[in-house]
Structures are given as C-alpha cells and as structure tokens.
C-alpha cells in the first residue's frame, strides 16, 4: 500500500487528471447513449411471470401497462350528464390518439363500457392500453397522456390518473436529498479536524467515487437489468463509505504528521495501515452487497451490482486520489492550532522523534489509566465502560431492544397507489376507485386461460361462472375468445384490497382449490397474474430464501474476521453485534412505514406494507457497513494487543483512540442517510431510516459500550484461535505490520504464562 501511495503523491498532479478524465469521460458517455434502467419485478419461475410472459407472445396488445383516467363529478353533477361525457370524450379520444397508446375502453362504449361508471354515477373510469410495459414506455409520452386528461378538470369535475406508468412518470424525486447529506458531512468534518482542508478531502473523494460509480452504472444498465432506484441507492450508499474511508486515512495522516513525519512518509503510513482497512471493510460491503446473488432475482443483482459498482470506486478513490489530494494540501491538513503546535515543536527540539515513542512521551496518563496515550473525552469514557460496564451495558441492550421490538409485527410486501402522498394524482384516482368500486377494484387478478381448442369460449365461461361463487371475489368478467385464439384472459377483482391478507389467500385458493375444479374435464390451463399476483409471487419467493442469504453474508463475514484478527470470539461478536443492528432497523421500518408513524410527514404516504426488498437491501448494506465499525475498532485493539498482550489495556486503548473518529463517522453517516428520508420516494425513504437509525444506535450503544464491555469480560480469550485452525488460514494484516515497542513482548494470540504475561506487561513502558 505504501508503494501505491508515494506514486499517487509524487504523480500527484497525474492522478487528478485522471480522475478527472473519467468522470468527464463516463459524463459524456452517458450523455449520448443514455441508460436503459429496467423497473421489471418478476421471477421467472414462478407461475405470475409465466402467464405475463405467455400474454406477450400471443397478445402483445394486452401484454402492455394498462392505467386509468378516472374522473369524478361533485355538486350534484353525474359522469353521465351531456356536458360531462363530452367533454371526457373528446379527451379520451385525444388520449387514444396519442404516441404509445394502444387503445382506451371508455366507460360511454355502449353495454360493455357500463360497469366502468359506479352506482351512484358520480365515479367513472377509462382503461388506457399501452404498447409496451411501464419501465419501456418513454416518459414523454406519459407526460403526454397525464396533461391531456388533467386538461379536463373543471370545478365540478375532478380529474386523476393511476397505474404503474402514471406513477412512473408522476414520481418527484427530490434532488435535494444527497446535497443536504454532504452539506451536513462538511459540518461534522469541520468539528472534527478544524480544518477547512481536512474537511473538504473526504467530500471530494466520496463525490468522486459516487460519480464515476453511478455514471458507470448507467452504462452497465445496457448490458444487465438493472432498476432505475439502483443509482440513488448507490448515491446513498457510496456518499456514507465514501466520506467515512477518507475520514480514517486523513485522521491517520494528520496523526503522522503531528509525530513528525514528513508529508509522503505520513501519507504512506496512513494509507500502509488506515488504508488497508479501509481495503476490508470496503471488501465486507461489496461481498454482503453480491451476496444478493444468491437470491437469484435479476431486479435485486442489479441493484447489487450498482452499489457494489459505486462502493469499489469509493475505495479506489480513497487510496489513490485521496494521496494525491493530500500531498497538494501539505500541512494545510492540519488545524491552525496543530500547525503552530508543530512548529513550536520543531523549533524546540530540531528534530522530532518517531511517532510511537513521541506519543508515549507526551502522554498522560490521567483518567484513561493508559500511559503513553494521550487523555481525551473518549479516553475517560473508555476507562469508565472499563471500571463499571455493568450498567452502561444494560442500558445499550434495552435501547436496541425497544427499538427493534416492531420487528416482529413486521409485514413484507409491496406498496403502491393507496401508500402514495395524498396530494399525488395516483393516490387521488386510487382513493376515488377504491371509493366508488370497491377496495379490491385497485388489485386487480388477471387470469390467462390457455386451450389447445381454439375459440373453446364454453370453457371460458364455465370457469368464469365458478370463480363467480367465491366469496372473496366481488366482479369477475371475460374478454371474449375470438376465432383462431388459444388464450382466453379472464379479470377477478377481490372484495379486498391489494395488501390485505385476504387477497393473499384468495390468491392461493384459486391457485389450488377453485381453478383445478374448473380445469377438471376442459381442456383449459389457468395462471394467475396480473401486479398483485406478481408482488406476492415475489415477495414469497424472497421470504423462502431469506436465511439462506443471512447464512452466506454472516458466514462469509466471519471468516474474513477471523483472517483479519486471528480470533474465533471477536467475528461472533461481530455477528451478534450486526443482528441487534439489523433488528433496530427493521424495528424503524415498521414503526414508521408500516404502522406509519409520520410517513406521511416524511412525504411517503400512508401506512402500508414494508417492500419485500427492501430487508434484503438493508441486511446486505448493514451487515457491510456494521463490520466497517467492527474492523477499525478491533483493529486498533489488535495492533495494541501485538504490543502489549494485555488485554485491557488493548481494548481500552483501542476503544479510546478509535471512539472519536467513530463517531464521527457513524455520525456523518446517519446525516447522510436521514437526507434521503426526504428523497420523496417511498422505497428510498426506508431504506433512509433504516440505514440512518441502525447507523446511530451501532456507533453509540454497541461499538462505544456493548463490544469493549464484552471484550473486557471475555479477556485474553479475545484473541484465541486453535493452533491448528491458525496453520490452516492464510494470513492477512488489516493495518499492516505494528510498530515495535521497544521492550515490549508480542502476543501470540494464545494463553501465556501468568509470570511471562507479568514480565511483559512491567516491560511496557
């Protein structure tokens, strides 16, 4: 690491310029060939995705999204009155008329059209066909079709539109979200080192890194399917490591520099050892993030790829751009008051001594009970966990616990129209047909009939007529089977709505209880579709495979821990640590968007279910980003256990050194990640308070109380591994090879002697 860092500083000036052609680079590119973001959810196995692939090829036409107009008439006005069905005429059939549109059912069509108007008239709809699916259909020409039916509002006639591709296209994003995030990361890193430089060095390495790393996604985005949220996930994800990576290598340099290193040997010992860090715990991320891999859903890997994709790049920027900056900034990343303290130094002694022997010299041993290490807040508060850990332990348990408690309430599914602002047009439209239909009219089943008998509309009818008799079901209606068809498509709308529980099992007794009974002696095959089937196809599918991906990133996790530490007891701390972590983030999620403890002031809608996805995403990003923790806090404990094999002294010292610089960190994550709270998209909201929440209670209630107080409980076990396990692993040193202490007696990670253990730890200076 060292090597690549004096290149990067002394070809300082190179490296900029090269970062600075890629990302002008990859601009451009993405500027003329644009991105081909895929929004499908669908599992190609499962029986939903079947019956939607078979529409495509035998009925293209109704293969395409279809949406709503729906209007509504208030003043004691009806959808039927003369000047009412004028006017929504002519813009129907300058709606049917537009670019992508394939066709539009109006309610005025005669017999047919009738059960589009609701009973007491006020209500009334119009089905727009596309020619393609939602994610396909170009947003100008949605755009199109909602300013020509919005066109007809009057005050007495409301207009609203609903459906996959009105949402699509009506979604505001806020732009906003990712800049308050890093305007709020400037802040804390301005507090932390009091130096405009040093504050400014993270930023422009995480913005470098999120760029090139989103901007690379777009392009990958023609080559894999990968889903239009996958780049402000990324942006959410690469900004919190990008910005925390450099945090640890400049705290790092700016400490070599104040032990009197020059500039390069500083920044290549920062980056020999901070930097190695950083090299793991971005490694942790990407293999938690591509673990969703073993899922096996297309719309999940590509959101894996992006963020895997983005965090890479964060990394690469932390150890090479990063140097480079740092070797122009000089001493300028050092506060005022740390420069004159240098310099005064300098002036007194001539020549500074190295950094180990230095910091012991000028060290107190004052509240923290650790010669040769500075006293600061975090140290006392160290030494405090270490004198009485019992309570402040408790006390971090109960917290975690009472926030994760919802968790197991916890309802996976998927939101939609009826989880939407209020002041949005879907919402609007789904409100005013859930109002005048029913709530099932916005959950729709779509069931394909499929007979080798064409025209075989006897066999159509007799199931129609069965589902009919369900009591679940409130309307079912068939288009008819014209000459030379084989594929019969046949709607179900439930008595319930979409997420009910009831419309779940409706689905499954059509599945396996009512449509065997009319297939029985027909020549008919029946699958059923449609968004709902879709969702709850999906969202089982990921439920059932769940632990199995839990079991991969925890068993991957550990192993890369016991590589790093030479430990068996620190990776299940480790573990044990991220479960409490995953618990209050789900437990976040369902206070607040399932039972829906202000979403709707966070602009995420009502109270729905919490997206299947979304704990997936979550697990694979927490699990990452809470071993990042993990790793630079044992890490410096490790290095001073090399030292000292005491393993108070280890814990303690590591736990005060690190703890600043933690939190720091955990902070300016949850500063980023709580902006996107506001991002004005449901799904990226959860995953905002998630991330932001579980962030904030890891740093403050399991890495600054409940791991040092474990780890002073368990002792010298800490660092125990069987010596035959030990020949077996490879070794890996996370931060590089520890400085010698003179007189010091290294640790094996084994039991020792209790006079060898007393020897050595009086030889400590």
């Not at 990361?185 to 790393?213: D, H, N, Q, Y």
């Not at 090479?320 to 300098?346: C, D, Y």
Request: glycine share 10%.
């Amino acid at each position: 690491m060292s090597v690549i860092a004096r290149w990067c500083h002394k070809h300082r000036l190179v490296t900029v310029l090269v970062w600075l052609a890629l990302i002008v680079g990859l601009g451009a590119l993405t500027s003329s060939a644009g991105t081909k973001y895929n929004d499908t959810m669908s599992i190609p196995a499962s029986e939903s995705s079947q019956a939607l692939d078979l529409l495509k090829q035998s009925m293209p036409a109704s293969a395409g999204d279809s949406d709503q107009v729906v209007w509504h008439t208030t003043g004691g006005a009806k959808v039927t009155d003369p000047a009412v069905q004028q006017r929504m005429t002519d813009t129907l059939n300058q709606i049917a008329a537009s670019p992508g549109v394939a066709a539009v059912t109006s309610p005025y069509s005669g017999p047919r059209g009738a059960v589009q108007i609701s009973k007491d008239q006020t209500t009334a709809y119009a089905t727009v066909n596309f020619t393609q699916q939602a994610h396909s259909i170009p947003n100008a020409q949605i755009t199109h079709v909602i300013d020509v039916a919005q066109g007809a509002r009057s005050g007495n006639l409301q207009v609203d539109l609903g459906g996959q591709a009105i949402s699509q296209a009506d979604r505001k994003v806020g732009g906003a979200a990712d800049l308050i995030g890093v305007v709020a990361a400037l802040i804390v890193l301005g507090l932390v080192f009091r130096s405009f430089g040093a504050a400014v060095m993270p930023i422009l390495t995480g913005v470098a890194g999120v760029v090139t790393g989103i901007t690379g996604t777009g392009q990958l985005s023609h080559l894999i399917a990968i889903s239009s949220t996958a780049p402000t996930l990324a942006t959410l994800v690469g900004l919190g490591v990008g910005i925390d990576y450099a945090l640890f290598i400049v705290n790092r340099h700016r400490k070599g520099l104040m032990s009197g290193m020059s500039v390069e040997d500083s920044i290549a010992k920062a980056l020999n050892t901070s930097g190695r860090a950083v090299i793991f715990a971005g490694g942790t991320v990407v293999i938690a993030l591509l673990g969703m891999f073993a899922l096996g859903l297309s719309f999940l890997n590509g959101m894996a790829i992006g963020a895997a994709v983005t965090v890479s790049m964060t990394v690469l920027a932390a150890i090479t751009l990063l140097p480079a900056m740092l070797g122009f900034l000089k001493l300028r990343v050092l506060s005022k008051k740390q420069r004159r303290e240098l310099a005064a130094r300098q002036a007194g002694v001539g020549v500074l001594v190295p950094y180990a022997q230095a910091s012991r010299r000028r060290g107190s041993t004052a509240g923290s009970g650790t010669p040769g290490h500075p006293e600061t807040a975090f140290t006392r508060w160290a030494a405090k966990v270490e004198a009485r850990p019992l309570g402040k332990a408790l006390l971090a348990i109960a917290v975690m616990a009472v926030v994760a408690v919802p968790f197991f309430s916890i309802n996976l599914g998927n939101s939609d129209a009826g989880n939407d602002p209020k002041s949005t047009t879907t919402r609007q439209a789904y409100d005013l047909l859930a109002d005048g239909f029913g709530k099932g009219f916005n959950g729709p089943l779509t069931l394909v009939a499929q007979t080798p008998a064409a025209g075989d509309q006897q066999a159509l009818t007799t199931l129609v007529n069965t589902i009919k008799t369900v009591p679940d079901v409130a309307a079912v209606s068939a288009r008819p089977m014209q000459p030379g068809q084989t594929l019969g498509v046949v709607q179900v709308v439930p008595v319930s709505s979409p997420q009910d529980k009831a419309t779940t099992d409706l689905i499954d007794n059509l599945r396996h209880d009512v449509i065997p009974k009319a297939e029985a002696g027909t020549t008919l095959h029946v699958m059923v579709s449609g968004p709902t089937a879709i969702s709850n196809d999906f969202s089982h599918t990921l439920t059932s495979k769940l632990p199995l991906f839990v079991a991969i990133i925890v068993g991957l996790g550990c192993l890369l821990m016991i590589l790093a530490f030479r430990s068996l007891l620190v990776p299940l701390i480790g573990v044990a640590m991220n479960l409490l972590t995953m618990g209050v983030a789900f437990g976040s999620l369902v206070a607040v968007f399932q039972w829906g403890w202000g979403s709707e002031a966070l602009g995420a809608g009502g109270a729905g279910p919490v997206e299947a996805f979304v704990p997936v995403i979550v697990i694979s990003i927490l699990f990452g980003l809470s071993m990042d923790y993990q790793v630079f806090l044992i890490s410096r404990m490790h290095e001073e256990w090399s030292h000292s094999a005491d393993n108070h002294r280890s814990v303690r010292v590591g736990h005060g050194e690190t703890g600043q610089v933690i939190v720091a960190a955990g902070i300016i994550m949850t500063c980023v990640f709580g902006a996107f709270l506001f991002n004005g998209e449901r799904v990226i909201a959860e995953f905002g308070m998630a991330l932001a929440l579980a962030i904030l209670l890891d740093v403050l209630m399991l890495r600054l109380i409940l791991v040092p107080v474990l780890m002073h409980r368990f002792g010298r076990a800490n660092w125990w591994l069987p010596s035959w396990l030990d020949k077996v692993l490879p070794h890996m040193s996370v931060e590089g090879e520890p400085e010698p202490v003179p007189g010091a007696v290294p640790a094996q990670g084994g039991p020792h002697d209790e006079h060898e253990l007393a020897s050595a730890n009086h030889r400590i200076p």
